[in-house]
C-alpha cells in the first residue's frame, strides 16, 4: 500500500529566505507525485506534479520540486519565500493508472516578517 | 465561477441526524471524489466515483454513504453523524487525460456536537 510522510508538520522561515518542505513517499509501482497548497480558508490548488521525464519539476509561484527514485522522495523548494507563501502544503502520490491520491500529513508553512 | 461547489460551506448539526453535503461541477470530468480532512491527518478519501454508475469506497467509508446523481453531481451523505465526523470536507474531480491531477472545491466545514 502507498503512504506518504511529510517529515515536518510546521516549518517558520523568514520572509526572503529558501524552504524545503520535505516528502518521502512508499510504493511498489511507479507513481505519480504531486504537491498541493491550501490557503486559509480555501480549498486545495494543485502547486506542480511529477509524471515522467525530468526528475526537477517547475510549478505556480515559483516552488520547484525534485523527484528521487533512489530515496523515494519528492521534496519541494523554494530560494525566496513571500508572506504570501504562508500556507499549508500537502504532498501526494498515486500509482499510475489508480486514480487515487494519497495524501501526507501536511506541513503548515508560516513566513515571518 | 468556480468549477467545483460545494453546500453548504459551513453546517452545525446535532448527534443522530442525517445531513447531506453537495458538490456540483463545471468542468465536465468524469471523476468525482470526497475527502475528509482533519488536523494531523492529511486529506483521506471517503468515496469515489469513476463515471454515474460506478461508486467506490475509499479508506474511511464507515457511516458515510454517497450519491452520484449525474456527471456533475455527487452528494455525501452521514446517515447519523457522530462527534468525531466533525472535520473539514472536500469533494475533488479529476480526467483522466489530465494524469491524476485533481481539482478541488472550497470545502465544507462540519460540525457535529
Known amino acids: 500500500a502507498q503512504s506518504v510522510t511529510q517529515l515536518d508538520s510546521q516549518v517558520p522561515v523568514f520572509e526572503e529566505a529558501p524552504v524545503e518542505l520535505r516528502c518521502n513517499y512508499s510504493s511498489s509501482v511507479s507513481v505519480y507525485l504531486f504537491w498541493y497548497v491550501q490557503y486559509p480558508n480555501q480549498g486545495l490548488q494543485l502547486l506542480l506534479k511529477?509524471?515522467?521525464?525530468?526528475?526537477l519539476v517547475k510549478g505556480i509561484n515559483g516552488f520547484e520540486a525534485e523527484f528521487n527514485k533512489s530515496q523515494t522522495s519528492f521534496h519541494l523548494r523554494k530560494p525566496s519565500v513571500h508572506i504570501s507563501d504562508t500556507a499549508e502544503y500537502f504532498c501526494?502520490?498515486?500509482?499510475?493508472?489508480?486514480?487515487?491520491?494519497?495524501f501526507g500529513q501536511g506541513t503548515r508553512l508560516t513566513i515571518n516578517p | 465561477d468556480a468549477d467545483v461547489t460545494q453546500t453548504p460551506r459551513n453546517r452545525i448539526t446535532k448527534t443522530g441526524k442525517r445531513i447531506m453535503l453537495e458538490c456540483s461541477q463545471t468542468?465536465?470530468?468524469?471523476?468525482m471524489y470526497w475527502y475528509r480532512q482533519d488536523p494531523g491527518l492529511g486529506l483521506r478519501l471517503i468515496y469515489y466515483s469513476f463515471d454515474v454508475k460506478d461508486i467506490n469506497k475509499g479508506e474511511i467509508s464507515d457511516g458515510y454513504s454517497v450519491s452520484r446523481q449525474a456527471q456533475a453531481k455527487f452528494s455525501l451523505s452521514l446517515e447519523s453523524a457522530i462527534p468525531n465526523q466533525t472535520a473539514l470536507y472536500f469533494c475533488?474531480?479529476?480526467?483522466?487525460?489530465?494524469?491524476?491531477?485533481?481539482?478541488f472545491g472550497p470545502g465544507t466545514r462540519l460540525l457535529v456536537l
Open positions: 501526494a502520490v498515486s500509482d499510475k493508472g489508480a486514480q487515487k491520491l494519497v
Open positions: 475533488a474531480t479529476s480526467d483522466p487525460q489530465l494524469l491524476e491531477a485533481q481539482y
Open positions: 468542468k465536465g470530468h468524469d471523476r
Open positions: 511529477y509524471l515522467s521525464g525530468s526528475t
